[in-house]
């Protein structure tokens, strides 16, 4: 199924929640809606579910306007934060549980219901725990049977609300591969929610990042990280060192430092932050006379050097601003970096917002 949203608005009051949102979900596609807390992505979820209503703006479902309809005739299935499982129902019943209640035209039979619930425990791998109930189980166990619930109802869309932010790290890691995994093989048109950047890189196809009631940008997940297309969509998606200064003719100048911007040659003296990720930064010992134009003047404050990356917490000599830079720590005990030693770090990859229409 495919689903377009037109140009949303929804207030709560004085809040805006959604500011003239126009989305298209294509057929199959598993999508993330990513972005701060209070940015509008649980309200967008519910009102495609039917949960809430817009105060203006369309749903689309299959080119069908759906806007009226309750959520009983939109044909989706929704995966809460919290599992909201039956917890006087074993697993079984769960499961069985929206098969039960449909409609006595459209209800299975008894013998039909036990058939696919035993299909869903089997493709969420817990079908050896039919007859226990929730409050026995695990959360990542729990989760699973709420999306096998959802799922025992064939929805043509399935709607996830942050599923896997009450789990433990490592939990939560193992869900999003096994989300995954159940999406390649069932391809029905999901769309799931977070605040955790790692887990909407790792698991979508499509990403959209949302900002105060509005969308920043939408791509695939390299496009959204590689060529970020403001400000707040470059410093979201993982850690960033910013270089504040002024833009003229391809050289950003930030302190002390002179730092080639050869996208803006065009600008003239235009105020300008620059983008550098940790890992984009080249670090070196710093010899004495150099020019700044090759890099920043860095001290070294901390080290820490685990497993295959070493991270280096430094300060600028300039302006005293910290510095996040990320080495192989092969590189790091080639250099024996020592606390406290001067050092130049270059950025390999920078992206500048210019204050000529680009908000910063």
Known sequence: MTIEVQHIRKQFGQFTALDDVSLQFDDGELTALLGPSGC????LLRIIAGLEFPDSGRVLLDSDDASARHVRERQVGFVFQHYALFKHMTVFENVAFGLRVKPRKERPSEQQIREKVKKLLELVQLDWIADRYPP???????????LARALAVEPRVLLLDEPFGALDAKVRKELRRWLRQLHDELHVTSIFVTHDQEEALEVADRVVLMNKGRVEQTGTPAQVYNQPASPFVYGFLG???LFHGRVDEGVLASGDARLATPQHTGVRNGEAIGYVRPHDLDVERYVAGSPHSEGVAVKLRRAHAIG??????????DNAQL???VIPNERFR???LRDGETLLVKPKR???FV???EGI
């Open 355 to 357: 204050d000529q229409g």
């Open 308 to 317: 295959p990356l070493a991270q280096l917490d430094l300060e600028r000599a």
């Open 136 to 146: 026995q189980l695990s959360g990542g166990q729990r989760q699973r049977i709420a």
């Open 350 to 352: 920078m992206h500048v």
């Open 323 to 325: 510095i996040e830079a």
């Open 334 to 336: 080639e250099l024996d």
């Open 40 to 43: 509008g992505k649980t309200t």
């Open 239 to 241: 850690n960033v060192n």
